[in-house]
């Protein structure tokens, strides 16, 4: 199994991604958590795909400018980078990333600027 498909992380944010034969990801990205909009992804995944107790690595990042309009906001200019793997758990297929979000703005109500860490599933 491949990267390929619909993901949805822990706050509900939309990722529709596709992996080639040579590993690279394009796919697009719509946010629940503030930005509005769709936005393109970009990566690359080993293109030896994961079984059942060894995963697939798996890195990408967002280009943070919504390309079906939105309204604009302060995240625009930011920068994500997500890398992890994908694990082909019991119950359901997982993709397990550290997220670094570079905020070089701040989003009132949402984020001051900064580097900021999390873990998506």
């Known amino acids: ?19 080639d034969v040579d590993g690279l990801v394009t796919g697009t990205y719509s946010s629940t958590t503030g ?10 995944a080993n293109p030896t795909d994961a079984v059942v107790g060894s995963g697939q690595s798996v890195a990408l990042t967002v280009y943070w400018r919504s390309f079906s ?17 994908l694990s082909l758990d019991a119950d359901s297929d997982r ?15 949402l984020s001051p600027i900064g580097t900021f860490n999390d873990k998506l599933i």
């Open 1 to 19: 199994m491949t990267v390929t498909g619909q993901w949805v992380n822990s706050y509900g944010s939309l990722m529709d991604i596709t992996q």
């Open 95 to 109: 993709i397990y990333t550290m997220h670094t979000m570079d905020a070089t703005s701040e989003f009132v109500g």
């Open 69 to 85: 309009g939105g309204t604009p906001d302060a995240t625009w200019n930011w920068t994500p980078g997500l890398s992890g793997q």
């Open 35 to 44: 930005s509005t909009g769709n936005f393109n992804v970009l990566g690359y």
